[in-house]
Nanobody, 126 residues
Framework: QVQLVESWGGSVQAGGSLRLSCAASGYFFSTKSMCWFRQGPGKEREGVAGIGSDGGTTYSDSVKGRFTISKDNAKNPLYLEMNSLKPEDTAIYYC????????????????????WGQGTQVTVSS
């Protein structure tokens, strides 16, 4: 059974940084596609950073240049380094994964992912 567990969310002032972690168990994910999504208050869930089976990455325009997604190999968690945080980044952040290699233009599409974590709250105050 696949399990994804996010951690290291929290509260920070605008301009600060956080690094989220997503640990996977019961799942060999070194060659699979993964993505960080977020859902703000009253908003739909949106993909913000994805990484493909070839290691290629893609970002939403709202976080490009500020967020970095990374994972080294099957034994290491998936990370999301978030810098220059803004109040509009406040959301529940979710880790998602799928067993298929997803084309980069679909990496941020939530319907592509079968496995989801429970989410971790990120709050950015002004």
């Amino acid at each position: 059974q696949v399990q994804l567990v996010e951690s290291w969310g929290g509260s920070v002032q605008a301009g600060g940084s956080l690094r989220l972690s997503c640990a996977a168990s019961g799942y060999f994910f070194s060659t699979k596609s993964m993505c960080w999504f977020r859902q703000g208050p009253g908003k739909e869930r949106e993909g913000v950073a994805g990484i493909g089976s070839d290691g290629g990455t893609t970002y939403s325009d709202s976080v490009k240049g500020r967020f970095t997604i990374s994972k080294d190999n099957a034994k290491n968690p998936l990370y999301l380094e978030m810098n220059s945080l803004k109040p509009e980044d406040t959301a529940i952040y979710y880790c998602a994964a799928d067993t298929r290699p997803i084309e980069w233009w679909f990496l941020l599409h939530r319907l592509q992912y079968a496995h989801w974590g429970q989410g971790t709250q990120v709050t950015v105050s002004s």
